[in-house]
């Protein structure tokens, strides 16, 4: 497939682009209070990436250094990464009361991301005469050692209360007949909306091409990936639906699919891992002038496998939707994961590169020709160094991998001389048209043989 199969590729004079060194980063955006700016950037090792981000406040607890912690887990990490910030929401807390000490009953704790999966945490009392206190004690320590996004207190001698670690995103708690909700705060979700928030971090701060959303509810990814689809910017959403791995059509992912979005979902069972900030910042780490870089296959470690079922399995990828599978006892992103669009993320990704780094040698070329007072003349001879620039640009994604020769790309321009003194008066140059054939990668492989003794 060409580019122009896939994308009207045009240059325009005064494009606002995006510098070689953005489409290396991504930008996180959180529900927080950890800065009053819009955006911070934080660059050198992983230790001093994560060294910067408690300067600025930020706990181990925190969905944002959570997520830089698992992107910096990855083989190939960012040299510098963007935390944005959106206005933060409520945390929703659930005050739950010991009714009951019986020796030896097993007491649980459920956990639930509203239409997510549930989790259970089980604790059996000891044998004697424990107290309320007793069991209330074992299980706040139960709790606070699971992976769950929440964090424990005393609420008088028997009761304790659960409070969501990332405000903005509720939660259903669920106990046994020995147990009692007496009170829930609820949950308040960001009075700002997505769009306003990435306007206001785009305003401060335009260095970043990837987006990767913290909050996994439908509609704040649905407007992720619809205010990316113009920017010129790359999503990554995160879901723990449920629905996503049924026939089910109202899921965040067959919705993004309907719309055709040009940017990726990452499907999870726990959300509080941010697997779309690994993979994200792990793939726009390679350098940002050789972007050809796949999202297929790749290594996640400190990331946790889906625990699906093959034909949950199969639902996630007829939907478009990105997840980690167990192969081979490495956790890897699916070989058929793709955009919500159905389009390859590499693709994706070296469309905006050619396009902006077009869009960035043209405009340098004209700059340079007027210093000095020079211009570039409206001739065959000033038409040639933009197909030039048009050239390299195909030498460097041919060397790169995103494009290939075989076949020949197709370079087409008008012949100056036949101009009209009505199109030369409008110092416009005709189109150049070009078909650039993208070179793909191989995800997956098969054989089919005899062995013969």
């Known amino acids: 497939m060409g580019i122009t199969d896939r994308e009207n590729v045009q240059i325009i004079s005064g494009t606002l682009n995006l510098s070689t060194a953005g489409f290396g980063k991504v930008l996180i955006l959180g529900e927080h209070s950890r800065f009053l700016e819009r955006t911070q950037e934080y660059a050198g090792s992983g230790a001093e990436i994560l060294q910067g981000m408690k300067d600025a406040g930020f706990t181990a607890k925190d969905a944002e250094y959570i997520a830089m912690s698992n992107l910096l887990g990855m083989d190939l990490t960012p040299q510098a990464a963007m935390v944005g910030r959106r206005t933060v929401g409520i945390a929703q807390v659930d005050t739950i009361t010991v009714d009951t000490a019986t020796a030896e009953a097993i007491y649980t704790y459920g956990y639930k991301f509203p239409t997510g999966v549930a989790f259970e945490v089980k604790v059996t009392a000891p044998t004697g005469t424990p107290s309320l206190g007793d069991i209330r004690d074992l299980i706040r320590a139960a709790i606070d050692d699971s992976p769950l996004p929440v964090t424990t207190a005393d609420s008088g001698a028997d009761a304790y209360t659960v409070t969501s670690d990332f405000p903005g995103i509720g939660f259903t708690s ?37 987006v990767a959303l913290l909050n996994p509810t439908k509609a704040d990814v649905l407007e992720l990936l619809t205010w990316c689809q113009t920017r010129r910017k790359l999503p990554m959403g995160l879901s723990s639906d449920a629905d996503c791995i049924t026939s089910a059509t109202d899921d965040v992912l067959s919705a993004a699919q309907t719309l055709s979005r040009d940017g990726g979902i990452f499907w999870t069972d726990r959300f509080w891992e941010f697997p779309n900030v690994a993979l994200h910042g792990n793939r726009l780490s390679v350098s940002a002038d050789e972007q050809s870089t796949v999202y297929n296959n790749v290594p996640m470690p400190g990331i946790t496998p889906a625990n699906i079922t093959s034909s949950e399995r199969a639902f996630l990828e007829a939907k478009n939707g990105f997840f980690a599978d167990n192969a081979g006892g490495i956790t890897v992103t699916g070989e058929d994961c793709k955009a919500s669009s159905g389009e390859w993320m590499d693709v994706l990704l070296g469309i905006d590169w050619t396009t902006t780094r077009l869009e960035e040698a043209s405009f340098a070329a004209k700059v340079e020709a007027s210093k000095g007072g020079g211009k570039i003349p409206m001739t065959n001879a000033g038409k040639a160094i933009f197909l030039g620039i048009l050239r390299e640009r195909f030498a460097k994604g041919l060397s790169t991998g995103l494009f290939t020769d075989q076949p020949e790309p197709i370079i087409n321009a008008v012949d100056v001389r036949t101009m009209t003194s009505a199109e030369r008066a409008t110092r416009s140059l005709p189109t150049i048209t070009f078909e650039f054939y993208l070179a793909g990668a191989i995800n997956k492989t098969s054989y089919s043989g005899k062995l013969i003794a």
């Open 174 to 210: 669920t106990v046994d007949a020995l147990q009692s909700i007496v009170n829930t705060t609820a949950n308040t979700a960001s009075a700002e909306t997505v769009s306003d928030a990435l306007d206001a971090c785009l305003l401060e701060n335009p260095g970043f091409y990837g």
